[in-house]
Every structure is written in structure tokens, then in C-alpha cells.
């Protein structure tokens, strides 16, 4: 251990706190939520009392530490920012603040938190059925972890350091994000009825196939997954799991250049075209798969069209439910679905200057996953230097 610094353990120096207040039927909440590594909390979304089957909630304060008990094997930690400042959230997300402000800053603590190696301490003290879905991370395990602690003012020079850095990291990527918002809207008004010639309004029925069901989940078998963000950021590749881990007797295998949307999120925008990088991953039931038929329409142009904000407001008015976050997009009302139609010429045109796109973008991408793994670096170099 480094010169003046020492090694605590959390349950010294911060005490658990609770500002439970009664749900009451007229009472409007903004509801937290916390990103997973180490990426902050952030306003999910706001209820009426009545919407939310809590009888009790806990305010939080800005200054507060906060951890989600399912998902903090993930790095699921974060310091409560001013605007959040009010907010509420369940009893599984904890809350913690300094038993003495002398002792520790909690943006270090934040930044200790984003650790790889730290989540995997975590995970080993998490307690539930499965890894995957009730993996909970118990408030005594929490208070018991050690971190390594330097005098506060070592701490607040570490902090100011990680922040500049952090924060130039953070204009970067939010730039790189209004570009590529810019660009992909010019491309979708490509498609635009005001400026494209010809469109026809298909079902898509007519466009796609429904894929049945074709994989039987064994036991002691491994299957790696894929997902669908949300807010057209497309599907993803998941971690592996075996057949005990989930309760489906029945997947899908993927196929690339197939498209596929979870029924409860679909009207979020989390549909998408089947990437090269998650061909032959599965997805459970609830992720209805559609083969494209591409003599009618090229698969670019329905990501495009699926990605398009407007398009994810009318999938809400198909979507079933008793509430929104509960809407499901069923296959039957997808395939009713009208599909503004381009000519395969125009369409063909399209493609291209995606292809384009997406070319110049993961060399952006590529800069940016160069950039985004300073902190990571400077993070390990910071902590690990507390053992020498």
C-alpha cells in the first residue's frame, strides 16, 4: 500500500440511508434508474401513484450513493447528480452517504466503481437462482468490500484529474453522436414520400416471413444470445448462457440480415436487422424473427425505416396492453404493418450511401473505442498504484 493511503472497509465510512415515503394514489414520481457499468443513474421515467404496484418509495438526495441490488455484479453503481435531486426508486436500489465528508469523496468511490475487476468481487458475493436474473448484491456484502483509500485531498486531486478527462472523453462521443444523428436523418429523408417518387404502401406480410421456433434448449448446452436496444441502436451480441440458466424450452437461431424486435420493447424502438456479428445467436420466444424478402425490399432500407422515431410513435398504437411499459408488438399486428415501398432502383441508391455511412463510421468508432479506453487504462493505473 502506497504511503498514507489505507485500506478500509466501506461500512466505515459510509452509512445507509432511507427516506421511505408512502405511494399515494395522486402522487406523481420520477422513477431512477442505473446504467450498467459504471455508466450513472438517469430518469427512467415518471408515474402517477397509481400506476406503480410500490406502496413505498425512497426519495433520493443529490450526493447520495446508489447501487441496484440485480445488477451491480454489471457495475451498476452511481452518485446521484443535482438534477436527479427528488427522484425515487424501489427497495432494491440502496442508499448510502459518508458517515464523515472528511474521509472519503464519493466521486472517487464512483470512479472506484467503474473497476472490471471490482464488478467481479461483486458478482462473487451475489446471491440468487441465476447469474442472469436474481443475482442480487446484499447490502452487507457491500459495506464489507475494501477499497483503497488516500487522504481526501490525494482523493479530490485524483477526482479532479479523472473528471477533466472524463468530461473531455464525454464532448467527443456526444459529437460523434449528433453527426451520426444528422447523417442517418438525411438518409431517412432520402426515403421521404415528399422526395421519393413512386412509394407504395405494402403490408409486411408482404415483405417478411414469419420464422418459426427452431431450436430445442438442452440443459448442458451453450447458447449465446443477442438483444435489441432500444431507440433504434439495433441488436447487439449477448453473453453465453446454458440451458439451465434460462426457462425456455425453445429459441431462435439468428441469421444475419434477418430482422427481429422484442415484443415488449418494440414500441421503444428496439427493433433492427439481424447484423454479420450476431449470426447464429439466439433469442428466446419473446423475439419474433422475420425472414426479408429481398427481391422486394433490401434489408437496408427496412433498418432505416425501423430506426425512424416517428415510426416507433404508431408500433405504440399496435402494441397491446394495460399500460405502456407493458405494451407487446404481437407478430399478427407487426405483419399488418404498412410499409412505405421505395422502387428497388431507389432503394439500391439507399443502400449505398448507408454502406457508405457505416464505413466512415466504424472508423469513428474505432478512434472512439481508442479514446474511450483511456479512463479504463488511467482507472487501473490510479488503483493499482495504491499497492506499490
Not at 448510502?96 to 464512483?110: K, S, T
Not at 458475493?125 to 483503497?148: A, V, Y
Not at 425505416?305 to 408500433?315: A, D, G, R, S, Y
Request: charged share 30%; aromatic share 10%.
Amino acid at each position: 500500500m502506497r504511503k498514507g493511503w489505507t485500506e478500509v472497509a466501506l461500512g466505515e465510512v459510509l452509512g445507509q440511508v432511507d427516506r421511505i415515503e408512502p405511494v399515494r394514489p395522486d402522487g406523481k414520481y420520477r422513477l431512477l434508474g442505473v446504467r450498467l457499468e459504471g455508466r450513472g443513474a438517469f430518469h427512467r421515467e415518471t408515474k402517477l401513484g397509481t400506476e406503480t404496484s410500490a406502496s413505498l418509495l425512497n426519495r433520493v438526495k443529490e450526493g447520495d450513493f446508489i447501487y441496484s441490488r440485480l445488477y451491480a455484479w454489471k457495475g451498476a453503481f452511481a452518485l446521484i447528480e443535482k438534477s436527479l435531486d427528488g427522484c425515487f426508486v424501489s427497495n432494491e436500489f440502496p442508499l448510502f452517504r459518508p458517515v464523515r465528508l472528511e474521509q472519503i469523496n464519493l466521486r472517487y468511490l464512483r470512479y472506484w466503481f467503474k473497476l472490471p475487476k471490482v464488478w467481479k468481487t461483486v458478482e462473487e458475493d451475489c446471491q440468487g437462482s441465476t447469474p442472469t436474473t436474481r443475482n442480487r448484491f446484499n447490502e452487507r456484502f457491500f459495506l464489507k468490500l475494501k477499497i483503497p483509500l488516500p487522504p481526501l485531498a490525494e482523493q479530490e486531486r485524483i477526482v479532479a484529474r479523472l473528471d477533466a478527462i472524463e468530461q473531455r472523453l464525454n464532448r467527443i462521443r456526444k459529437l460523434r453522436e449528433e453527426a451520426e444523428k444528422e447523417l442517418q436523418a438525411l438518409i431517412r429523408s432520402c426515403l421521404n414520400e415528399e422526395h421519393c417518387k413512386g412509394i407504395r404502401h405494402v403490408r409486411m406480410s408482404e415483405l417478411v416471413e414469419w420464422r418459426p421456433l427452431d431450436t430445442a434448449a438442452i440443459e448442458s448446452e451453450s447458447y449465446t444470445f443477442a438483444g435489441v436496444y432500444s431507440f433504434g441502436r439495433g441488436v447487439f451480441r449477448k453473453e453465453a448462457k446454458t440451458g439451465m440458466d434460462f426457462a425456455y424450452d425453445r429459441l431462435t437461431q439468428l441469421k444475419a440480415n434477418e430482422f427481429t424486435y422484442p415484443k415488449l420493447m418494440a414500441w421503444e424502438g428496439a427493433l433492427g436487422v439481424v447484423p454479420e456479428s450476431c449470426d447464429g445467436c439466439y433469442v428466446s420466444p419473446e423475439f419474433p424473427v422475420f425472414t426479408i424478402k429481398t427481391d422486394k425490399v433490401l434489408p437496408e432500407i427496412v433498418d432505416i425505416h425501423f430506426k425512424t422515431p416517428t415510426v416507433w410513435t404508431e408500433l405504440a398504437h399496435l402494441s397491446t396492453g394495460t399500460n405502456l411499459r407493458r405494451r407487446r408488438l404481437n407478430p399478427s399486428a407487426f405483419l399488418r404493418y404498412l410499409f412505405p415501398l421505395p422502387p428497388m432502383a431507389v432503394q439500391k441508391r439507399i443502400a449505398a450511401l448507408s454502406l457508405r455511412a457505416r464505413e466512415k463510421a466504424g472508423l469513428a468508432d474505432q478512434s472512439s473505442a481508442q479514446q474511450q479506453a483511456l479512463l479504463p487504462s488511467l482507472l487501473d493505473r490510479v488503483f493499482k498504484n495504491a499497492d506499490t
